[in-house]
């Protein structure tokens, strides 16, 4: 998983600035940061369509409201890395701050991803964000 989470990031990135901590990143701060945007984005979407629209029926449904959710978790995927590398030790600059918008931006894919495996366990919200691909 290690790998996993250092290649992806890295290939949007580039190499950890600063060098020295080049090993801290790719180690400790890119496999936490990208398994807790993996179980954060899960437990949104899961939130989202199981509790808020088929135990607890609130209405929440509409595409304006998957999306306040959808923005919702692409800011905490934004605070992750920033919080990921301060707790460190990690000097933070502008490789910190584009890391945290790439991150954003997978929690984003990510949600849309996790969407259209789970709508269709939902009782009011199975159209959200669109019908396709399980339209009744």
Do not use: C, I
């Given at each position: 998983?290690?790998?996993?989470?250092?290649?992806?990031?890295?290939?949007?990135?580039?190499?950890?600035?600063?060098?020295?901590?080049?090993?801290?990143y790719r180690e400790v701060v890119f496999p936490n940061t990208g398994l807790t945007l993996f179980l954060i984005t899960?437990?949104?979407?899961?939130?989202?369509?199981?509790?808020?629209?088929?135990?607890?029926?609130?209405?929440f449904y509409k595409t304006q409201h998957w999306t306040i959710m959808l923005v919702l978790n692409a800011v905490i995927a934004f605070f992750i890395p920033i919080m990921q590398v301060n707790s460190n030790g990690i000097e933070t600059h502008s490789y910190t701050y584009t890391?945290?918008?790439?991150?954003?931006?997978?929690?984003?894919?990510?949600?849309?991803?996790?969407?259209?495996?789970?709508?269709?366990?939902?009782?009011?919200?199975?159209?959200?964000?669109?019908?396709w691909p399980h339209t009744k």
């Open positions: 998983m290690q790998n996993f989470f250092s290649g992806l990031y890295e290939l949007f990135l580039g190499r950890p600035l600063p060098a020295n901590y080049t090993n801290d899960l437990g949104m979407v899961l939130l989202y369509y199981y509790v808020f629209n088929r135990l607890m029926s609130t209405g890391f945290a918008f790439v991150n954003a931006v997978l929690s984003v894919v990510l949600f849309f991803l996790f969407s259209l495996l789970f709508k269709k366990g939902s009782v009011q919200a199975w159209t959200t964000p669109m019908k």
